[in-house]
């Protein structure tokens, strides 16, 4: 028993000293910090009975604010997809004054509190804002309505499109696209074929990563959304919202599918990923 704890500690026959010891610190680790908080999330809501689950899942207005979070979640993912490719390329193949200062702005939204950023925007964007009064004139209503939701998630899922395809960007050899030239190839050819069909995965992978930060965003949506039930309010405000009613079967309903779609989402996103890379690389 001793000898078999001791090469367990010591990695068997891994190279790395104390590998296996490390394994099981970094396993136990995560344990206690994803995976005991995801199966208490998992478990709470049947604590209460069937009848509390199925109670709090015929709230139409939890679908409301689902489909608000998700549908707005994916639509600026979208959105950032050609933004992030066309900031990335300017990064990488550009020669631009001012483009290290630009590279560090990318990563302003990650660094800025989520509820700096919520107030900065609903001020610009608001009914006398420096952008809102413009766009007003024009019957355009971006602040407390859905597009400001989506303005809010597009700028904070901008720089996991941007910092995903910039190392593939990067390591794309511009000698294909010169020997594409040579063949005869069309400009649009050489942009379809050449450029955008190695980094799909990488588009495709900060899609998901976009989309995962936009379902679970708070700061930066509450101040500019309106949060006007069945019409601008998203799904975390709602469990909030819930827990502030003392209805917890309600709130931990409602997270519980927010974390079931959410995973169901990213698990999607991953197949597909998996099979543009295998369509690239058979390519």
């Known amino acids: 028993m001793r000898q078999t704890f001791l090469t367990f500690l010591r990695g068997g026959d891994s190279a790395l000293p104390g590998y296996r010891l490390s394994l099981a610190a970094t396993l136990l680790w995560t344990g206690f910090f994803i995976v005991l908080p995801l199966c208490a999330l998992a478990i709470r809501p049947w604590q209460d009975g069937m009848g509390a689950v199925v109670g709090a899942l015929h709230d139409t207005r939890m679908f409301a604010a689902l489909w608000t979070s998700f549908s707005s979640a994916a639509l600026a993912a979208l959105f950032n997809l050609p933004i992030g490719l066309f900031l990335a390329w300017a990064l990488v193949r550009g020669d631009l004054p001012g483009r290290r200062v630009a590279d560090a702005l990318v990563d302003l939204p990650l660094a800025l509190p989520t509820a700096v950023s919520g107030i900065t925007l609903a001020t610009l964007y608001g009914p006398q804002g420096w952008l809102g009064a413009p766009l007003a004139k ?146």
């Open 138 to 283: 024009l019957g355009i209503v971006v602040a407390y309505s859905r597009p400001g939701i989506v303005l809010a998630l597009m700028f904070v899922g901008l720089p996991f499109v941007v910092r995903t395809v910039e190392p593939v960007l990067k390591n794309l050899p511009r000698d294909l696209e010169e020997a594409a030239v040579l063949l005869g190839a069309r400009p649009w050819q050489i942009v379809l074929r050449v450029v955008l069909a190695p980094l799909l995965p990488a588009l495709i992978t900060g899609f998901g990563l976009a989309f995962a930060r936009g379902v679970g965003e708070y700061g930066s949506v509450i101040f500019i959304a309106g949060n006007q039930p069945f019409r601008s309010e998203i799904a975390p405000l709602l469990v909030v919202v819930r827990l502030q009613e003392f209805d917890y079967p309600g709130a931990t309903a409602i997270a519980l599918v927010l974390l079931l779609t959410s995973l169901a989402a990213l698990a999607l996103v991953g197949v597909v990923r998996r099979k543009f890379s295998a369509w690239g690389d058979a390519a």
